[in-house]
């Protein structure tokens, strides 16, 4: 059960008579969604109530693991807007880095971590200044209860948060927390994770019409506005008809009911294309509906050739094979191929069906197969071949060119050699 686990006690609330204080038992923060995380952390904080809140993603519950108090914020009320407005900004920002307090002056404490203020909605809606961090406080200044824009915890919270808040870790500065019910987090949760199929589902098929319908009317990418952006993602279509999209590890970060942000690793896979990163989508509210602003791709290193996908491919391959079954084995074929005789794939499952039916007994093996990566999404298998029937036998070095997505692998190229 998704459980958010408060410090108040209920009971103590009812008998003090607090029945205008939200009770936070068995509600969850309206802030923080997920699927598919193991284990991730995002901070939570909390301007109206001076509190923040450690939120660990624990298999897609998100469950308050510690609380801070005493906190102070900007000198004036509401989110930022403008350099030296000494307001504490609004919205989904990343920890950029760590500084120790060696590195500080006093008035910053034990230590500070510098957010990404402005975020990339920010800069499209105009909003101005820097600076805003998440820092300690001079002790010896007992006096000071506000700060210029920044949030300052206490000393001894702030070393805490050094070995907890990594690079890139969500910070959420809401102007209030919105506790709810879990059924209602639930509805929520599918509304929002629904909104990102959609955007998943326009890009993969190409309906732009549909993918227009999601923009801001102030969406903007790169220097490119909404039609420029369209206009490239039908080019790229055109060129590259076929395509795999996959998120994985989603994140739904959202400051209030106006503001979304969506982070997940994305892996984007066509012909000779492979791509994998973090992707960062920023929503805002437009007539009603949460509508994309923008955009933001951080390639990630490419994952280590999958070479359990492979054996796996020739697995099947060389089964259907000794199987003499043509139709699972010319499966495993491009509509693209040419053999070494430039047969098309028409041409060369006709010879191979003619082979399957005089050579019912053939038996195929392999083995020293080597893999090389070719680029984006091909590879090349080379291996020896033994073949072996009552009317014919060989031995040879096979070389097959294998290009696709994820369980979409097709071999585009044979040749052989004989040994």
């Given at each position: 059960m ?47 109530a ?5 939120i660990?993603?624990?298999?897609d ?41 060696a ?5 910053y ?53 050094k ?20 059924p ?30 999601l ?6 990418v ?24 996959n998120?994985?590890?989603i ?32 929503f ?10 923008t955009e ?19 697995s ?14 010319i499966r ?58 009552r ?17 979409e ?11």
């Open positions: 998704l459980q958010l686990k408060s410090r108040i006690l209920v009971g103590c609330l009812i008998s003090l008579g607090l029945s205008h204080v939200a009770v936070l038992a068995q509600t969850l923060p309206a802030h923080v969604f997920s699927q598919g995380v193991e284990r991730a952390k995002v901070l939570l904080v909390d301007k109206a001076r509190q923040a809140h450690l660990e993603i624990q298999d519950q998100p469950v308050n693991v510690r609380s801070y108090t005493d906190l102070l914020f900007g000198e004036n009320d509401g989110p930022k807007i403008t350099a030296g407005d000494k307001k504490t900004p609004e919205g989904v920002y990343q920890v950029a880095r760590y500084l120790s307090g590195e500080l002056d006093a008035r404490g034990a230590g500070a971590f510098p957010l990404n203020y402005p975020n990339p909605v920010d800069r499209i809606e105009g909003r101005a200044g820097s600076g805003i961090w998440l820092h300690g406080r001079d002790d010896a200044d007992r006096e000071k209860i506000v700060t210029r824009g920044c949030v300052a915890f206490t000393n001894p919270d702030i070393a805490g948060l070995d907890i808040l990594t690079e890139n870790t969500p910070v959420v500065l809401a102007s209030r927390i919105n506790y709810v019910s879990e209602e987090y639930v509805r929520e949760r599918e509304q929002l994770l629904g909104l990102l199929d959609d955007y998943l589902e326009a890009w993969r098929t190409g309906d732009f019409a549909a993918l227009d319908g923009l801001h009317s102030e969406f903007r790169g220097g490119k506005d909404r039609a420029a952006w369209l206009e490239r993602k039908q080019w790229i279509h055109q060129a590259v008809p076929q395509r795999v999209i998120a994985q590890d994140q739904v970060l959202r400051e209030d009911k106006d503001q979304v942000m969506y982070q997940y690793t994305q892996s984007y896979c066509a012909d000779n294309i492979y791509t994998r990163g973090t992707k960062q989508l920023y805002k509210v437009q007539d009603g509906q949460l509508k994309l602003v933001r791709f951080s390639p990630l290193p490419t994952l280590p050739m999958d070479e359990a996908r492979l054996s796996n491919f020739m099947t391959w060389l089964q259907s094979w000794n199987d003499n079954d043509i139709q699972n084995y495993h074929y491009s509509p693209q191929f040419k053999d070494s005789k430039g047969r098309d794939l028409a041409g060369y499952k006709a010879y191979k069906a003619g082979v399957f039916r005089q050579r019912p007994d053939q038996r195929i093996g392999i083995e020293q197969v080597r893999v090389t990566p070719l680029r984006g999404n091909k590879y090349q298998l080379e291996f020896t071949q033994t073949y072996t029937s009317a014919y036998r060989d031995k040879g070095k096979k070389t097959l060119i294998v290009n696709g997505c994820q369980d692998l097709r071999i585009e190229k044979e040749t052989w050699a004989a040994l």
